[in-house]
């Protein structure tokens, strides 16, 4: 599946799901907390698209401290947790952001996700992610969720984004 470059070319926010997009999918418990895996790579991938002037999201159904301090390590603009249903944390950060759906990119892999894929620009999903998302998805990424996928998809906003030289 490739890009289709004319649906990045007004992109100004990236919005990620966590687990199965940030993460492998699996988590495990120590000293009272759950952990998860997450990427260097899809760190260097935001971290670049944010000096670039782009803004950052993140919506989850998760409540742990380790996706907390990813977030803000990561320098999220936008962090919105315990999020089941997405749609109202969406429509709140449209409102804090002044960014419209048509100006943002979403990365999701599972039910939950559908609406705001469905809602944005340019709605990209992970390889493994469940069939009814890969089905809908503007994109599925080469590399898995937790394994370089979101900086596979912060490369494509870089190279052809709003902010980018190579529109």
Aim: with cysteine.
């Amino acid at each position: 599946m490739a890009v289709e470059i004319s649906k990045l070319k007004n992109i100004k926010m990236l919005v990620l799901d966590v687990d199965g997009v940030m993460t492998d999918t699996r988590i495990w418990f120590e000293n009272g907390e759950w952990r998860r895996f997450y990427s260097i790579r899809d760190g260097v991938g935001i971290k670049r698209l944010t000096e670039a002037g782009y803004k950052i999201a993140v919506i989850t159904g998760t409540k742990a401290e380790d996706v907390r301090a990813r977030a803000k390590s990561l320098g999220i603009h936008y962090f919105y947790e315990g999020a089941l249903d997405k749609e109202p944390s969406f429509l709140q950060l449209q409102k804090e952001s002044g960014i419209s759906p048509s100006e943002m990119a979403y990365v999701g892999d599972d039910i939950f996700d559908i609406p705001l894929l469905q809602a944005v620009s340019f709605g990209a999903t992970v390889p493994e992610a469940v069939d009814e998302v890969i089905e809908i998805a503007d994109y599925v990424t080469k590399r898995p969720g937790g394994c370089g996928a979101v900086r596979e998809v912060c490369d494509y906003i870089y190279k052809y984004g709003a902010f980018s030289s190579g529109r």
